[in-house]
């Protein structure tokens, strides 16, 4: 197959346009290490493998196994912990049992970490960014919850589980079964096949404040409770970015991948590292290893 050269030209163009974005907002690109022992750990996303008998490299040296990065996001943060200015990267990221109209199971990722933001000028940062490289206007901005109301006509927060049980029964009876009482993975399907259909048509938009439950990484808001600092991105009706005003306290993230963990169980998937070199460097050690 021939490559497209118009392509490759328009995705060049479109690499040297988001690196010129962050370096004139003085960010420092960096380049993390595709293959490492550590991994998010998220319950639905899953990484690529590899033995580390493959390395020929003495045994005692290394662990059992390492992963390919399904976002640079855990050594941007050793970066960071480790006293980096804002860093962005813009590099290859893999995703095991990802294959589609949207990407491939190796894909190009965007990652930024602004040092001494907080919620609102992360939005702005990203809502500039949207703006510009998709050539609108501007970028609206509204609720998780605030949706869900006008598109489900429900409160995903207070509604109780009868009443989600009841929204995703309309959609497909078979699927409520398989989900049970797993309140968060209703209103995914709901998110997903109710809402985001319909969202950044007309320009793109950022959905903030998701459930508590559903904080990733993310702190809790700190003007509700119930919500965490947790934003996305739609455009056309697909999920280009999210973005969170980051946890910074190593126990609450274990104790999340642990969570994490249990649902990747619960799904038949594999365990993942819950206490990582993250973790440790979070903790202020900074004598580890590279990888």
């Not at 690196?19 to 990484?47: G, N, T």
């Not at 207070?158 to 929204?167: G, P, Y």
């Not at 999340?256 to 202020?284: C, D, F, W, Y």
Request: some cysteine; charged content about 20%; glycine content about 4%.
């Amino acid at each position: 197959m021939k490559p497209n050269i118009q392509f490759l030209a328009e995705r060049a163009a479109l690499l040297r346009e988001l690196r010129a974005f962050f370096d004139a907002r003085q960010f420092v690109e960096v380049q993390p290490p595709c293959l490492s022992r550590d991994c998010v750990v998220d319950p639905y996303i899953d990484p690529l493998q590899i033995q580390s008998d493959q390395f020929n490299l003495p045994a005692h040296r290394l662990p059992d196994r390492f992963f390919l990065q399904t976002s640079p996001e855990s050594a941007m943060k050793r970066m960071l912990a480790a006293g980096s200015p804002s860093i962005y990267s813009l590099g290859p990221v893999f995703r095991a049992g990802e294959l589609g109209a949207m990407h491939n199971v190796e894909f190009t990722m965007l990652e930024w970490y602004d040092v001494g933001a907080d919620m609102k000028s992360a939005v702005a940062l990203l809502g500039d960014l949207a703006a510009q490289i998709l050539s609108k206007p501007g970028c609206d901005v509204t609720t998780y919850r605030e949706l869900f109301q006008q598109h489900v006509s429900l409160d995903p927060i207070e509604s109780s589980v009868d009443d989600l049980i009841d929204r995703v029964g309309h959609l497909d009876a078979a699927l409520t079964r398989s989900l049970g009482q797993d309140r968060d993975s209703m209103l995914d399907v709901l998110m997903s096949e109710v809402i985001q259909p319909h969202l950044g048509w007309q320009q793109p938009v950022i959905v903030t404040d998701y459930p508590l439950s559903q904080a990733a990484l993310a702190k809790a808001s700190a003007t509700d409770p119930q919500c965490a600092a947790r934003f996305e991105l739609f455009a056309s009706g697909v999920e280009l970015a999210n973005g969170y005003d980051e946890l910074l306290d190593a126990n609450v993230l274990v104790e999340r991948a642990k969570t994490a963990n249990q649902k990747r169980i619960a799904s038949g998937r594999s365990p993942l590292p819950a206490e990582t070199l993250l973790v440790t460097a979070m903790r202020g050690d900074a004598t580890q290893d590279s990888l």
